[in-house]
Every structure is written in C-alpha cells, then in structure tokens.
C-alpha cells in the first residue's frame, strides 16, 4: 500500500505540473495584450496533439468496440492502461491550447498580433497530412467493411484510434521547433513564456523517474525497454526545455531589444517574424538595444 501510494503522489505530482504549464503562456499573452514572440505553429500543432489524443483516450475509456478489438488483440492483457485522468488531461490540455490559439484572432481578443504572423510551411503539411492520413485511413476501414471485425488480422476502428496516437507522437516531436528557431531569429525570448517550459520540464523530469524508480522497486525493467514511445517522448520534451532555458538564460539574457515602433511591452516587431521557416519576406528594422 505504500508503495502505491508513492507512485500515486509521484504520478499526480507529475500531472500538477503538466496541466499548470498550460497557464503561463495564455497569461501573458494577456498581460501583454499581445502574441508578438509566439510562433503561432506553437498552439495550433498543440490543439491538433491534444484533440488527436483526446478522442483516443476517450474511446478506449468508453467505446465498448474500440476495447472489444483491444481485449482480442492483447489476450494476455485485455484492459487497456488509460485512465480517466488522461482523458481530463487531455480535455483540459486541449481548452487551454485553444485559448491560446484564439488569442491570435484580434477580433476575438483585440491583441496586437505581427501581419506577418501565420503557420509556417513545413508545420501547415505536417499538420493537414495528419488529419488526412487519419480521414483516409478511416475512408479504407469504412470502404473494406471490416471496421467492427474482432479478428487481429483485420483493418478495424481501432487502427484508426491508432493512428491517432501517432499523431499525437508526430506533433510532440515537431511542435517546438518552430518556436525554437523565431527566438534564434529574433535573439529574444519575449513573448514566450519560461514559466511554462520550466513547468513542463518538471512534469518531463519526474515522468522519467518515476518510470524508472518503478521499474527498479519491482525489478522489472520492461516498462522502459518494452515503451521506448514513452521514453522518446519524455526526452524530446526535456531536450527542447533545456534548449528555450538555455536560450532564456544564457544565450540571450541580455539581448532585451525592442524594434522601433513596437510599443512599450518589450515585444518583438513585425518584420522579425517574418521569416517563419519559409513564411514570409523579411526586411531590414532598426534595432534598439536596451541596457
């Protein structure tokens, strides 16, 4: 009993800190009364991640076909390992990455929003390929008539559920570098909130503990070897936190440069993010740097 109740504080620990790094960045958007110094690929690559893993969690909880068709693929272990509190995860993760998503729309929010602000190139193919990967697939299982079959060998509903899991998997691999590269472009940080970096690195960091002193208290080290899904995520998330921490407190602590004409907020202007990984044309503005 101790020992599950260990694993319960770490594993809600861990979910404390995920949900909480949802905040910050709507925050201070609103603070700011600006999205200058998002990228916009952040959210919208986040709303898709969240809403594919979403329905994922909610049909293996609820759909009594989806978890019919897990039970006969997996005899040995027929219920399936989520949770209600991944689909709270999910539902919540996906409110909030829609809230930041709709701070882009001034109509909405009447924050000042760069002109040149708009889902790169790269992202905007990873991100329609992804939901018609998913339509097509679903166009086959629907067209083959074999979408409620039992028989593992069959192409059913649950494969669909699957591949939204890999779209989950992609956007969490992709979704940072967009914003990884406009604060290389813009030598800043501002904008972007380290708040929620350090928040989701905590969540990362005891994600992989708690794998691992798991495994150690049972001697049984499948749940890392027989998960490397799990693994590689845990560690593209922290490597792309210690990236935005190195940026934030190392690369450009000091570079606090606002361009002439963006105001008082400390924002970036809009000719810096121009040049979105391919999106845009970028032009010459003054700088002026402040001490």
Known sequence: MA???????????????WSASFYPQPILNYRRRSTQGLAIDFPTTNTL?????MIYTAT?????????????????????????????FAVHAVILSTLVLSQFWPAVW???????????????????????TVLGLAVFVAARGTGASLRAGDWAWIDVIYALSYV??????????????????RKSTIGWSI???????????????????????????????????????????????????????V???EKKSVVEGAGNDGGAGEGVLAPLLGGGSSRSIPRVELP
């Not at 020992?3 to 620990?13: K, V």
């Not at 790169?120 to 018609?132: N, Y």
């Not at 070897?225 to 593209?236: A, D």
Request: charged share 15%; aromatic share 14%.
């Open 3 to 17: 020992l599950q109740g260990e694993i319960f504080i770490r594993a809600i620990s861990r979910t404390l800190c």
């Open 110 to 132: 009447g924050f000042k929003v760069s002109r040149f602000q708009r889902i790169s190139r790269p992202v905007a193919g990873i991100f329609w390929g992804c939901i018609l």
């Open 195 to 249: 708040s929620a970096i350090l928040l989701d690195f905590s969540g990362g960091v005891l994600s992989i503990l708690q794998l691992v002193i798991d495994s150690a208290l049972q001697d049984d080290w499948s749940g890392i070897t027989g998960n490397p899904i799990k693994l590689l995520l845990g560690n593209v998330s922290i490597f792309f936190d210690l990236v935005f921490m190195l940026q934030h407190y």
């Open 60 to 88: 293996f909880l609820y759909s009594p076909l989806i978890r019919s068709q897990y039970a006969a693929r997996h005899p040995i272990s027929p219920e399936p390992s989520v949770r209600f509190n991944d689909l709270a």
């Open 49 to 53: 991640g969240f809403l594919a893993y």
């Open 251 to 253: 690369l450009y602590r």
């Open 168 to 185: 989950k998997l992609v956007i969490t691999i992709i979704k940072y570098i967009p914003q990884a590269w406009v604060n290389y472009k």
